[in-house]
């Protein structure tokens, strides 16, 4: 049964870098979509980005300047580099793992498996 | 690609028919996920393909629809289905999820 856990610092300071890491246990990181999801307190969900576990990335425009995904299969870890903070971008951040279905034997790049969160908050 | 639900949130008791709807700015074929949130936990996805139910998740749920309009309807609900669920399409990037549906008991 694959899990994921996220990790990093609760409080980061506006203009600075936030940095998250996704631990995978149990799990292959090949042949999966990883991506990172965020909810705004009280608000809806929105999609950072995915990295394929063939190198290929593509991020949401709305973020694309300031966003980068890494993916390091040989420690099982997934990570989210976000730049320049704003208070806009206080919210809980979600690492998932894309669907893999049995039934139609496809790797689907919407999210399957979460981690349970991390809130993050931008303040001074 | 602009996804929109109706209503934001209903009312209803143990054993009622509930029907959830999802709207696309534009056509995205298939490529339609459900999930369920409950307070403080992570989502879960109920559904994909429109319709096809993901492991584990009760056949009272099922959905349906195609091209811009779509449904997730629960048979009849049940204590644990009192959630906000979300529609989110991914038919292309960036994947983008309706603004959710939460479900309260009456």
């Known amino acids: 049964q694959v899990r994921l856990q996220e990790s990093g610092p609760g409080l980061v300071k506006p203009s600075a870098t936030l940095s998250l890491t996704c631990s995978v246990s149990d799990a292959s990181m090949n042949n999966f979509y990883w991506s990172w999801i965020r909810q705004s307190p009280g608000k809806g969900l929105e999609w950072i980005g995915y990295?394929?576990?063939?190198?290929?990335?593509n991020y949401n425009p709305s973020l694309n300047s300031r966003v980068t995904l890494s993916l390091d299969t040989s420690k099982s870890l997934f990570s989210l580099r976000l730049t320049s903070v704003t208070a806009a971008d206080t919210a809980v951040y979600f690492c998932a793992r894309g669907l893999y279905s049995a039934a139609t034997g496809h790797f689907y790049a919407t999210p399957g498996v979460w981690g349970q969160g991390i809130l993050v908050t931008v303040s001074s | 690609i602009q996804m929109t639900q109706s209503p934001s949130s209903l009312s209803a008791s143990v054993g009622d028919r509930v029907t959830i709807t999802c709207r696309a700015s534009q056509g995205i074929s298939n490529d339609l996920a459900w999930y369920q949130q409950k307070p403080g936990k992570a989502p879960k996805i109920m559904l994909y393909d429109v319709s096809r139910l993901e492991s584990g998740v009760p056949s009272r749920f099922s959905g349906s629809g195609s091209g811009t309009e779509f449904t997730l309807t629960i048979s009849s609900l049940q204590p644990e289905d009192f959630a906000t669920y979300y529609c989110q399409h991914y038919y292309t990037t960036p994947l983008t999820f309706g603004g959710g549906t939460k479900v309260e008991i009456k």
């Open positions: 990295f394929y576990y063939t190198g290929t990335t």
